[in-house]
C-alpha cells in the first residue's frame, strides 16, 4: 500500500517522531506503540496527509493513493444541536455525494449495515445528547466506517470507553483487516496491542522499530 523512507513527522519545521521507515500491505493491523510525546498522533496525521513529512518520503504502491478514514482522538462534539445518529452517520458519505440531494436507498444500506455492526442500529433516530460516552464512540466509528476506505487511521480508539464497546470496534476492526483494508492505529494499552494487533510500529526517541512480522 505504502512505502515509508525515513519519514519524520512534525509541525512548522520542528520534528516530533523519530525516523521512520518500512513497507505496510493491504490488509496488515498495526499499533503504534510508545511513550506520550514520541509523535504517535503527528505520524497517524502524516499518513492521513493532513501534515506533510517534516523530510523522508512516503510513496504509494501501484494502485494510487488509497482512500483515508481518520478517527482522531479528543473528538468535538456540540451534543445540544439537534442531530441523531443515523444524522452523524451519513456524514461518512458527504465525501462521495452531491450534499443538495437526498441519500439513495444504496448509500442508507451502507450507513445501517455500518450502525448494525457497532450494535446502534436500535439508536439510529436517537439524539446524540442522549447518548453514552461509548455509544458516541461507536457512532463516530459507524461515521469512519460509511466512508469505505481502504486505508484506516486511528488514534486511541479505545480510550475511556467502556469493555462492550471496544470488543465490538475490535471485531469491526478484524473484519475490516479480513476485507484488505489496512488498520494502524496509535495505542498505549499493552493488553490490547498484544492481544489483537500481530505488527507493531515501536517509537523511542533514539530510533523507530518495525516489528518482525511486517513486511519491510
Not at 17 to 30: C, D, K, L
Not at 101 to 112: A, D, E, F, G, P
Not at 142 to 154: E, N
Request: glycine content about 8%; overall charge positive; aromatic content about 8%.
Amino acid at each position: 500500500m505504502m512505502t515509508l523512507c525515513n519519514v519524520i513527522a512534525g509541525y512548522y519545521g520542528r520534528n516530533v517522531s523519530p525516523s521512520v521507515s518500512g513497507r505496510i500491505r493491504y490488509g496488515s493491523m498495526i499499533a503504534i506503540v510508545g511513550p506520550n510525546g514520541i509523535g504517535k498522533s503527528t505520524l497517524l496525521k502524516t499518513l492521513a496527509g493532513l501534515l506533510p513529512p517534516i523530510s523522508g518520503t512516503l510513496k504509494f504502491g501501484k494502485r494510487g493513493k488509497p482512500r483515508v478514514s481518520y478517527l482522531p482522538q479528543g473528538k468535538t462534539i456540540d451534543y445540544h444541536f439537534p442531530l441523531t445518529v443515523f444524522d452523524v452517520v451519513s456524514m461518512g458519505c458527504w465525501p462521495r455525494i452531491n450534499l443538495l440531494k437526498r441519500l439513495n436507498r444504496r448509500q442508507k444500506t451502507v450507513i445501517w449495515r455500518s450502525l448494525e455492526q457497532v450494535k446502534l442500529l436500535d439508536l439510529l433516530n436517537q439524539y446524540i445528547e442522549t447518548l453514552s460516552g461509548g455509544q458516541v464512540q461507536r457512532m463516530l466509528f459507524a461515521r469512519m466506517l460509511t466512508q469505505q476506505a481502504s486505508l484506516i487511521l486511528l488514534d486511541e480508539p479505545f480510550q475511556g470507553v467502556d469493555e462492550n464497546t471496544c470488543k465490538i470496534m475490535i471485531r469491526s476492526v478484524n473484519l475490516l483487516c479480513r476485507r484488505g483494508c489496512t488498520v494502524i492505529a496509535a495505542l498505549h494499552n499493552d493488553e490490547l496491542v498484544t492481544e489483537y494487533f500481530p505488527n507493531i510500529l515501536s517509537l523511542t526517541h533514539s530510533c523507530s522499530i518495525w516489528n518482525s512480522s511486517v513486511q519491510i
